[in-house]
C-alpha cells in the first residue's frame, strides 16, 4: 500500500561532502602532538567542520581508540559523525555510537600528502572526501570569488568559499581565509590561509608579500622566518609541492 505523501518532510539517497580525517597511527599521543603542531597557528582552520574518521590505511593488525579519537577531535572544534573502516576493521572501529559509512573518493585528488618538515612525523591527512550510503553521481557546485575593494585592518577577517581576490592592503594582524585560490593585488602584511579545507593545489598570489603568516590546506610558515631576498616584498606565487611550500617569483613589473 502506497505511503500517504507528506509535504513536511522527505527521505532521499545522497552525496554528503565532509572530510577525511585518515588515521596513520594508533598512537593518540602522537596524533595529539602533531594535530597541535599543524593547527597552533591557524585554530580556525576546520572550526564547526565536520569529519569522517579513516582507519583503512593503519598498518596490518593495529587498532586505534575510537572514541578517544573522536573526543580529541572535538578538542580542535572538529565534529566526527562516522568511522570509514575495511570489512576487517569494522568490529573494533564501528564503536562509541559512530556509524560505519561508505565512501568514494573524489578521483582527481592526489594521492595522500607525505609527513611535515620533521623526518619520520606522522602524517594526520585531512582530506575531502565523499560519504554517501548509496554511490551517487552529483554536479559540482559553482561557487563565485569573493572580490575585497577596501583595505583589511587589524582584527578583519575574510572568508571565501571559492577564490578570493583582495584589491587592497592586508594590514598586520588581518587575516583573509579561502577554500580556493587567493590573489592579491597589494601588500600582505597579514595571513593570508588557501586551500583550508584541503585543497592542496591552491595558490596564493601577491603583488608586495611581506606576511605574518603563509599557508595552503594547513602547511604554514610565519614570518619569524625571513623570505628570500627575491620573493621578500616582491610579486610571488606560493604553492604546495611534496608538501612543501614552494615561493616563487612572478616576474611582474
Not at 564547526?48 to 578538542?75: F, K, N, Q, S
Not at 585531512?126 to 553521481?137: F, L, W
Not at 579561502?178 to 592579491?184: F, K, V, Y
Request: negative net charge; charged residues 25%; aromatic residues 6%.
Amino acid at each position: 500500500m502506497p505511503q500517504k505523501k507528506t509535504p513536511y518532510f522527505e527521505l532521499r539517497s545522497g552525496a554528503v561532502d565532509t572530510l577525511h580525517f585518515v588515521v596513520k597511527t594508533p598512537e593518540l599521543d602522537t596524533l595529539r602532538t602533531e594535530l597541535a603542531q599543524r593547527f597552533e597557528a591557524t585554530p580556525e582552520f576546520f572550526a564547526g567542520d565536520t569529519v569522517a574518521i579513516d582507519v583503512r590505511r593503519l598498518p596490518g593488525d593495529e587498532r586505534v581508540a575510537v572514541p578517544a579519537l573522536a573526543e580529541m577531535l572535538a578538542e580542535f572544534r572538529m565534529k566526527p559523525i562516522g568511522v570509514v573502516a575495511n570489512t576487517e576493521q569494522a568490529d573494533w572501529a564501528v564503536v562509541g555510537g559512530l556509524p560505519r559509512l561508505d565512501s568514494q573518493e573524489r578521483h582527481e585528488r592526489r594521492a595522500p600528502r607525505a609527513s611535515r618538515e620533521a623526518e619520520g612525523a606522522t602524517e594526520t591527512a585531512v582530506e575531502s572526501v565523499q560519504t554517501a550510503p548509496t554511490p551517487v553521481v552529483a554536479e559540482a557546485a559553482v561557487i563565485a570569488s569573493t572580490i575585497i575593494d577596501k583595505p583589511l585592518r587589524s582584527g578583519q577577517q575574510v572568508y571565501a568559499k571559492g577564490d578570493l581576490i583582495i584589491l587592497d592592503l592586508v594590514s598586520y594582524g588581518a587575516e583573509v581565509i579561502a577554500e580556493g585560490n587567493i590573489h592579491i593585488y597589494a601588500p600582505l602584511r597579514g595571513r593570508a590561509l588557501a586551500g583550508v579545507k584541503g585543497k592542496l593545489d591552491a595558490r596564493i598570489f601577491c603583488t608586495c608579500l611581506e606576511p605574518e603568516l603563509i599557508s595552503i590546506a594547513g602547511i604554514y610558515r610565519t614570518g619569524e622566518y625571513a623570505l628570500p631576498p627575491d620573493v621578500q616584498g616582491r610579486s610571488v606565487q606560493v604553492r604546495l609541492v611534496d608538501d612543501k611550500l614552494i615561493f616563487e617569483p612572478l616576474g611582474l613589473k
